[in-house]
């Protein structure tokens, strides 16, 4: 070889040797006006307040730790204006009737008479109104629950006839869970207003309880369509749908695919774990390292457990090709408020739609 060439040769690889040791760069963070600037642009038309709105998301990413990427600001607003068009407290037709409906359906699965039930809501609340005249006029999910509030209070027996009957497990505009609420209440960035539950139905509680719902667990898909998805059915649950998927490939059993793996609230397994038990011997697991694996569900980490790499390699020996590694779920949407058949997987295409007018913008 000829001498230049040999020099040429050892600059290319120290170029080569240099440039593999560099470490990539993370995006420099963005200040909270240029994330604000993104919302404002972001924003569908018809949404009112637009700073107002802009400020309350900003201020929730910034306080979870969430990246305000195009891709992550468009997901919050597309459920958002999904769930509720970008009104911080929506009104739902008809709500006194639901609420009626269902208080009566549990006050008879609790075996609490009707005729007991009817007084208690013709007593007169502090504003002068009867409980029942309150419910007949009530508009929106945040005046619903306050109502309960103020009648599990106020009413003799009140508590004990009505604590847990609020019928209202979702409010805000992003339509949170009031459960998930309260159980991420740590770190929430502004005074509570008596409680967690009534922040829910403020605009910048609901927001940051909603994004933390959509965004502040970690994923391996491929596509937004998917948290979509779990926003409605629960984390994981398109994953998790789509082990189940491989489950009856492997085995022949048909499950449904609604990504619930375990029954949590019992020992006895579920239809889930009863068919991976019948692989047991091929995947060299005994029953209880299958339940301890399987209760892994609800983290990423269940991708890294043998349980869940041996059913995949087993179903696609079986299918004689790759299976995919989320999937909508198979869930009918259940509640009071629905008045027609819908699907978890007809909610995330739905949100998904508006996902892709927003990258568009």
């Known amino acids: 070889m000829q001498p230049h060439r040999l020099i040429l040769g050892i600059a290319a690889l120290l170029v080569l040797a240099g440039c593999s040791g560099q470490r990539t760069q993370a995006p420099p963070a963005r200040e909270p006006a240029q994330v604000k600037a993104e919302i404002l642009r972001l924003l ?10 802009a400020t309350d998301i900003q201020v929730a990413f910034a306080a979870q730790n969430i990246e305000p990427t195009t891709q992550n600001l468009c997901s919050v607003l597309a459920v958002t204006e999904q769930e509720s068009t970008f009104e911080a407290d929506p009104s739902v037709p008809g709500l006194g009737k639901i609420a009626r409906d269902e208080i009566n359906r549990r006050a008879a699965k609790a075996h609490i008479p009707e005729l007991l039930v009817n007084a208690a809501l013709q007593v007169h609340s502090p504003n002068g109104k009867t409980y029942s005249d309150r419910l007949d006029a009530v508009r929106s999910e945040k005046e619903l629950s306050a109502i309960f509030d103020d009648f599990i209070g106020m009413v003799p027996m009140g508590r004990t006839l009505f604590a847990g009957f609020n019928p209202v497990h979702t409010g805000g505009p992003m339509q949170v869970s009031i459960d998930f609420a309260e159980q991420q209440a740590k770190g929430y960035p502004y005074p509570v207003n008596g409680s967690i539950r009534r922040e829910v139905f403020t ?73 991976v038990r019948t692989l047991g011997k091929r995947l060299d697991m005994r029953n209880p390292v299958i339940r301890d694996q399987l209760e892994e569900g609800k983290t990423l980490a269940f991708e890294e457990t043998r349980l869940y790499q041996r059913v995949f390699a087993l179903a696609e020996e079986a299918e004689g090709r790759p299976l995919p590694r989320a999937l909508l779920p198979g869930i009918v949407l259940q509640s009071p408020k629905i008045t027609r058949k819908l699907t978890t997987a007809w909610f995330a295409q739905r949100v998904d739609e508006r996902y892709k007018r927003c990258m568009a913008r």
């Open 44 to 53: 569908p038309g018809k949404a009112v307040d637009r700073q107002g709105w």
């Open 203 to 275: 605009r910048r509680g609901g927001m940051y309880f909603g994004i933390a719902h959509l965004l502040g667990y970690p994923v391996s898909y491929q596509a937004p369509l998917y948290r979509f998805a779990d926003f409605n059915a629960g984390w994981y649950a398109s994953r998790n749908a789509a082990f189940q998927n491989a489950v009856s490939r492997a085995t022949g059993i048909p499950l449904a695919l609604d990504g619930d793996l375990v029954n949590y609230d019992s020992i006895m397994p579920g239809s889930t774990e009863r068919a």
